[in-house]
């Protein structure tokens, strides 16, 4: 299983790389820092980075959002 974390700034070019590595048959990590914090019911996307301290509370969703 080859697995990948895409980081980089532009919102479009790390979605057009996220899209070619995935129609090669890898698969998005998902990476969250030792000291965030995921309560069990939230839902964290494929690909997600959950940063340091961060606060996933409960029955949060994975949501994409886009920035003008």
Known sequence: ERLFAV??????TRWAVAERLEAAGCRAQTIVAPSA???GSARVAPGALIAHHALINADASDLLIEFA
């Open 7 to 12: 980081a980089i700034g532009s919102p479009e």
């Open 37 to 39: 914090i995921v309560i």
